[in-house]
């Protein structure tokens, strides 16, 4: 079984950053893909980003040249390195692989 929990949402101003935290538990975490969801009130959930297990990366246009998806095979730990954020980012940021989600942190971007 895998379990994801998220770290690092929080309120920041338009134009400013944020790291989200994915810490993943359970074995084989080196041998699959991880993304990161986003799902903002009365909208349905969509992919933000998702690294494979060999560090291979593809992100939705909508955040294309401002959020960065890496990865720690040692700490088990998936980041989503989020620049230049706008009003239209705030939404829940969820982890996923495999099937399992995280419970997922809250971003709100405003001014």
């Known amino acids: 079984q895998v379990q994801f929990v998220e770290s690092g949402g929080g309120l920041v101003q338009p134009g400013g950053s944020l790291t989200l935290s994915c810490a993943a538990s359970?074995?084989?975490?080196?041998?699959?893909?991880v993304d990161w969801y986003r799902q903002a009130l009365g909208k349905e959930r969509e992919l933000v980003a998702r690294?494979?297990?060999?560090?291979?990366?593809i992100s939705a246009d909508s955040v294309k040249g401002r959020f960065i998806i890496s990865r720690d095979h040692a700490k088990r730990m998936v980041y989503l390195q989020m620049h230049n954020l706008k009003l239209e980012d705030t939404a829940v940021y969820y982890c996923?692989?495999?099937?399992?989600w995280g419970q997922g942190t809250q971003v709100t971007v405003s001014s």
């Open positions: 996923h692989a495999l099937g399992y």
């Open positions: 359970g074995n084989m975490f080196t041998n699959y893909g």
């Open positions: 690294i494979t297990a060999d560090g291979h990366t």
